[in-house]
């Protein structure tokens, strides 16, 4: 089929604005002229859907964005709504309306396999690139293959990637929530993220202050330690002696400074003070015999 006549097939699909029910007024779809209520989702349905629009609103890279259960006119007898999509942004200017969707997500829990697979057929024919279907029961990613008209599991261990995405995202972390949250937070880095990147510019700053502190201590380490080796050896080698009496005081002859710094080295070293310590002067040899009192001042004995 040549460009011409693709073209020519698409113009007669009609407006993607032109419903054939009311938005905003009731919950209907129309599928191949089957009028469809949209029921209420339940809480399993309700939450995996708003975790399903964290995850991919996250990675819509511009000038995409996403789109949440917003009704389209896919064919002349079918207006639905995708639980999640995926469009560029701004006006169509060969439709003058807004664009078409690229890709649409459905979430799946007690629909039939056969309601899920016309609407997924109905999107593709209108032009959507790429449906997926997310089977809550039984863990399934499934995208819709044109071709074949029937679903293609995709693994779970692998990777979904498309162009409107910023970065691929596991395919497991479509029922994952957390595994989902670590990709959003990938994909915000990815898009240059102001507030992730303030965060990342305050843990960078944060880290070379405590890398800075950790060098000056091993540079101050060695200086400080030989400091303490040298103070050490002088307590050590001074002449001062101590000796323990029987009664477990201290006895001994300690010169001014030496007595405080050995007294100091003992109590850092958590070692018992001594309970009773003889400091002598410097005085003369001479000088340190005790004086002998006057005959006139010795009390007199009694008779």
């Known amino acids: 089929m040549s460009g011409h006549q693709q073209h020519a097939n698409v113009l007669h699909f009609p407006s993607v604005e032109d419903h054939l029910v009311e938005p905003e007024v009731t919950r209907n779809e129309m599928v191949r002229g089957r009028l469809v209520v949209a029921r209420p989702a339940g809480p399993s349905h309700a939450i ?23 009704l389209t006119r896919v064919g002349p007898d079918s207006d639905i709504a995708a639980d999640v999509a995926i469009l560029r942004e701004g006006v169509d200017p060969s439709t003058g309306t807004r664009y078409l969707e690229e890709l649409v997500f459905e979430v799946v829990s007690d629909e039939s396999p056969s309601d899920i697979s016309e609407r997924a057929e109905e999107f593709s024919k209108r032009g959507v690139r790429r449906v997926i279907a997310i089977f809550i029961e039984n863990g399934e990613a499934c995208e819709w293959d044109r071709s074949r008209k029937d679903w293609r599991t995709l693994p779970l261990d692998g990777e979904f990637s498309d162009p409107t ?4 995202f596991p395919v497991r972390a479509l029922f994952d929530a957390k595994l989902g949250a670590n990709a959003v937070v990938e994909a915000l880095d990815a898009k240059g993220n102001p507030a992730l990147a303030r965060i990342k510019a305050r843990a960078r700053a944060e880290g070379f202050a405590q890398g800075m502190l950790q060098g000056l201590r091993r540079a101050a380490w060695p200086k400080a330690h030989g400091r303490a080796e040298r103070g050490d050896r002088l307590l050590h080698g001074s002449r001062s002696t101590l000796a323990l009496d029987r009664q ?32 002598c002067s410097h005085a003369p040899p001479q000088a340190r015999h005790h004086r002998r009192m006057p005959a006139d001042r010795h009390p007199r004995r009694r008779e």
């Open 165 to 168: 995405l910023v970065r691929p």
């Open 248 to 279: 477990g005081g201290v006895r001994g002859r300690v010169g001014g400074r030496a007595a405080e710094n050995r007294v100091i080295a003992l109590g850092l070293r958590r070692r018992s003070p001594p309970t009773h310590v003889v400091a």
């Open 48 to 70: 995996f859907r708003g975790e399903l629009v964290f995850l991919i609103e996250g990675h819509v890279v511009d000038p995409y964005t996403a789109a949440v259960e917003m």
